[in-house]
């Protein structure tokens, strides 16, 4: 250790403080950053996951990992059809404008007024400096009928209970839902 700290002393100041920038440098190149790409990943499913299909395509898989777990339900598949797709509500300024317009000769009065109305669409920017419409509601999609294949659909009182968890999720009437037995 001594013969080390002897040829460091040898080598004279400009190395020594070389040294020690290199180790700084090495310190800074090591430090963990933040990873901002899943937020982007989050933003970019946000936008894609509204697509008609793609919702659809959620709720047949979130319906079907459930009634997989359900006691004598067993393996499902399950297939939904949509009335509609859902919209999304756009913030819009509005402006009114009145005028009012009078005359008249001696003595009668005649009065007049316009008015004008003009939307204008409200636009926020995302992190990234892009303008988008600012959407204050999304209406969820609307659906018209449920099919449900599943294998302890042999037994009524599994597909009552089917049929019902869907007309509780989704708002479904009954006679929209089919239960079917798995073969």
């Known amino acids: 250790m001594k013969q080390w700290m002897d040829k460091v002393k040898s080598q004279g100041k400009d190395r020594i403080l070389i040294l020690v920038l290199l180790g700084v440098l090495l310190l800074v190149i090591a430090m963990p950053v933040e990873d901002h790409s899943g937020e982007q990943q989050e ?21 079907q990992q459930v009634l997989s777990t359900v006691s004598g339900v067993g393996k499902t598949e399950v297939m939904i059809t949509l009335k509609s797709d859902g919209r ?10 009145e005028g009012k317009e009078e ?12 008015s004008d109305s003009s939307e204008s669409t409200v636009f926020q920017k995302d992190a990234q400096g892009n303008e988008m419409p600012y959407v204050s509601e999304t ?45």
């Open 88 to 97: 999304r509500i756009v913030e819009k300024d509005m402006e009114l404008s």
């Open 43 to 63: 933003e970019m499913q946000t936008e894609q996951s509204f697509s008609p299909l793609t919702v659809r395509r959620q709720l047949e898989m979130q319906l």
């Open 103 to 114: 005359s008249g000769q001696e003595g009668s009065t005649v009065s007049s007024s316009q």
């Open 139 to 183: 209406m969820e999609p609307e659906i018209a009928g449920v099919l449900i294949v599943a294998q302890g659909a042999g037994n009524l009182s599994t597909v009552a209970d089917i049929t019902e968890a869907v007309m509780a999720l989704f708002g479904v009437e009954a006679h929209k839902i089919k239960v079917m037995k798995m073969e």
